[in-house]
């Protein structure tokens, strides 16, 4: 059974950070794209981006483009998250997912429970 367990989230102000970890179990992703999605009140789940295992390039929102960075420990089969300059906009439900597909739109097989990120300002 796969499991991704995401850990990390809370609240800090504006221009803080925070980084999200999700570690996988069930299986090994090293050779499948992971990454994350969003979730605010009100709207519907958004692609903050991912990550993949070749010469693929890390995909980032337009949104989060230069504050946040994703990577990835193999070894650990674990994603991160590493958000800076966090605004209260990026106020919303992080979730983890692997095995994500990008056509025709992009959605994941696998997803975490989700873990929220409050930014004050």
């Known amino acids: 059974q796969v499991q991704l367990v995401e850990s990390g989230g809370g609240m800090v102000q504006a221009g803080g950070s925070l980084r999200l970890s999700c570690a996988a179990s069930g299986r090994t992703f090293s050779r499948a794209r992971m990454g994350w999605f969003r979730q605010a009140p009100g709207k519907d789940r958004e692609v903050v981006g991912f990550i993949s295992w070749g010469v693929e390039p890390t995909y980032y929102a337009d949104s989060v483009k230069g504050r946040f960075t994703i990577s990835r420990d193999n070894a650990k089969n674990t994603v991160y998250l590493q958000m800076n300059s966090l605004k209260p906009e990026d106020t919303a439900v992080y979730f983890c997912?692997?095995?994500?597909?990008?056509?025709?739109?992009?959605?994941?097989?696998?997803w975490g429970q989700g873990t929220q990120v409050t930014v004050s300002s």
């Open positions: 997912a692997a095995g994500l597909s990008v056509v025709p739109t992009t959605t994941a097989t696998y």
